[in-house]
C-alpha cells in the first residue's frame, strides 16, 4: 500500500477509535485538474485517506463494501491539515463513521463498510 499523504499522530484508542492528522503534499496529483488556480482535493481522495488508515490500523487488506451517509462540507487545498476520527460501530458489520476537520471546521463525514463480503451480513 502506497501512502500518498503524510500522517502523524496516528494512533488506535482503547475501543478501536482511529484518529490522525494529514495532511497532503501541494504538489500531489491529486490536484491537478480541479481548479488550477484553486486546487481542490477531491472527495474520493478523502475517501481513500479513511479506508488506508482503516486497513494500517488492522494490518488487512479490507476492501470497501459499501459508502453511506458521505456529506462534503468544505473544500481541501493543498495547506490544509485535517484532523481524522474513525470510530467503529458494529464489529460484525465492519462498519465505520468517520469524520474529518481542519481545524474547527467539519471537511467530510460519513459511513465506510470493508470486509472481504465473506463477512455475515
Same mark, same amino acid.
Given at each position: 500500500?502506497?501512502?500518498?499523504?503524510?500522517? %502523524?499522530?496516528? $494512533?488506535?484508542?482503547? +475501543? =478501536?477509535?482511529?484518529?490522525?492528522? !494529514?495532511?497532503?503534499?501541494? %504538489?500531489?496529483?491529486?490536484? %491537478?485538474?480541479?481548479?488550477?488556480?484553486?486546487p481542490v482535493l477531491?472527495?474520493?481522495?478523502? &475517501? #481513500? &485517506?479513511?479506508? %488506508?488508515?482503516?486497513?494500517?490500523?488492522?494490518?488487512? =487488506?479490507?476492501p470497501i463494501r459499501?459508502? +453511506?451517509? @458521505?456529506?462534503? $462540507?468544505?473544500?481541501?487545498?493543498?495547506a490544509d491539515r @485535517?484532523? !481524522?476520527?474513525?470510530?467503529? +460501530?458494529? #464489529?460484525?458489520? =465492519? @462498519?465505520?463513521?468517520?469524520?474529518?476537520?481542519?481545524?474547527?471546521?467539519? !471537511?467530510?463525514? +460519513?459511513? @465506510?463498510? &470493508?470486509?472481504?463480503?465473506?463477512?455475515?451480513?
Amino acid at each position: 500500500m502506497e501512502i500518498w499523504y503524510s500522517s %502523524d499522530r496516528f $494512533k488506535r484508542a482503547p +475501543g =478501536n477509535e482511529l484518529t490522525a492528522a !494529514v495532511d497532503f503534499p501541494g %504538489d500531489s496529483p491529486w490536484f %491537478d485538474g480541479h481548479f488550477p488556480q484553486d486546487p481542490v482535493l477531491p472527495g474520493i481522495a478523502q &475517501v #481513500a &485517506v479513511v479506508h %488506508d488508515l482503516i486497513r494500517r490500523a488492522f494490518g488487512k =487488506n479490507l476492501p470497501i463494501r459499501e459508502i +453511506g451517509r @458521505l456529506r462534503f $462540507k468544505r473544500k481541501v487545498g493543498p495547506a490544509d491539515r @485535517l484532523s !481524522v476520527t474513525i470510530t467503529p +460501530g458494529d #464489529a460484525s458489520e =465492519n @462498519l465505520y463513521r468517520f469524520r474529518m476537520t481542519c481545524g474547527q471546521e467539519p !471537511v467530510c463525514s +460519513g459511513l @465506510l463498510k &470493508v470486509g472481504s463480503g465473506k463477512e455475515k451480513d
